[in-house]
């Protein structure tokens, strides 16, 4: 049996699974060692396989239509859950109303509340009520610590000689996370020691040891809380790789994120991720994307270190058009191309093992 940290977890994300508004929910039900999974809400996908929906292999994670179906079908199994964890990420952080209503049902089921959105529920008082009535804790994931807590940037990350990698987005919601787990895998398969650094709430609620939220972080302490992630991560487990989980991209317009990872996190490369479909900034009709070419420019000019490879989301593609996307990619860039989700990262893996040699050296 896997050992997770914290316990079973129900997670909801009605109307949002397998569309980008889901990607809490997905990075779930793909991995985390914070939770054992039992279900996902989704009424549109009602009765399906979680995994199936979402990357065509089945994983047993059940979508239940609501809180009473899952109810039912999870005592029958005797998987009844402790968590219930909210796998919404809508644009701007922002809570459903109608999730509420299936917060409150969980809470009085007894089960405990994780959230990663902006809107807390740890201010809402007669939800918070209801909870202590209930014996249940609320953790919204994204509340900022109190600033005596927070670190500022220091330069000591100068100290760390082990190879990091970062993983960064021409765009938002594009796989970032995903990726970077998958690499941090692949080392760990190879033999290596890998540690991620999460940079989101999903990070830290798939069990991400060494996290800070970037987005809600104040201002003058995001590079210091990445610093601090990455030494941390360093000092107490002597990695041979450390990979920091991009957020936003550098051009999105609403989520101009990278450069303070870039600044503060001192990757020796970077990988890319690139959805090629993707015409538009995700959100922002109008809004169109910067050429792959642009996007890597701008990345080394500002970081002065090289983008080693491009990684591919495969949104609206099929299947036959993956190989031709990277291969078309390689020829744009004169960099390797690789779609790890679909194919697996064993090949990137391969090319990055020479890095950690040559850094070794």
Not at 82 to 106: C, H, M, N
Request: charged share 25%; aromatic share 6%; net charge neutral.
């Amino acid at each position: 049996m896997k050992k997770v940290i914290d316990g079973k977890a129900l997670v909801y994300c009605e109307g949002a699974f397998n569309t980008p508004n889901g990607k809490t929910a997905h990075g779930l039900v793909r991995f985390t060692e914070r939770y054992e999974v039992v279900g996902v809400i989704d009424s549109k996908y009602a009765g399906k396989d979680a995994g199936q929906v979402l990357d065509q292999k089945a994983n047993g994670i059940p979508i239940f239509k609501s809180i009473a179906a899952a109810t039912k079908k999870l005592t029958d199994t005797g998987k009844l859950p402790e968590y219930f964890v909210i796998g919404l990420a809508p644009d701007g952080g922002r809570l459903p109303a109608a999730a509420k209503t299936s917060i409150k049902q969980a809470i009085e089921m007894g089960w405990n509340i994780d959230s990663g959105l902006h809107d807390f529920l740890t201010n809402d008082r007669p939800l918070m009520g209801l909870a202590d009535d209930c014996r249940v804790k609320v953790r919204d994931i994204r509340k900022t610590p109190d600033r005596d807590k927070l670190h500022f940037f220091t330069g000591e990350i100068e100290k760390v000689d082990c190879l990091k990698l970062a993983i960064l987005g021409t765009d938002s919601a594009l796989g970032k996370r995903t990726t970077a787990w998958i690499l941090v895998h692949g080392f760990r398969n190879a033999g290596l020691k890998a540690e991620m650094i999460g940079t989101g709430q999903t990070a830290w609620l798939q069990g991400a040891k060494y996290s800070m939220v970037m987005d809600s972080c104040i201002n003058d302490f995001v590079s210091g809380e990445i610093e601090h992630a990455v030494i941390s991560a360093y000092k107490n487990e002597d990695p041979d790789v450390i990979v920091i989980e991009g957020q936003g991209s550098l051009m999105n317009p609403a989520y101009p994120g990278g450069f303070e990872i870039l600044a503060a996190g001192r990757p020796d490369y970077v990988v890319l991720q690139h959805a090629p479909k993707r015409l538009e900034y995700d959100g922002f009709p109008g809004y169109k994307m910067h050429s792959l070419k642009e996007q890597i420019n701008a990345i080394q000019v500002i970081s002065g270190k090289q983008v080693i490879a491009v990684t591919v989301n495969h949104e609206l593609m099929v299947p036959e058009e993956i190989l031709p996307a990277c291969e078309a990619i390689t020829k744009e860039t004169g960099l390797p191309s690789f779609d790890v989700l679909a194919h697996g990262a064993d090949k990137l893996i391969s090319l990055l093992k020479d890095k950690i040699k040559a850094k070794k050296q």
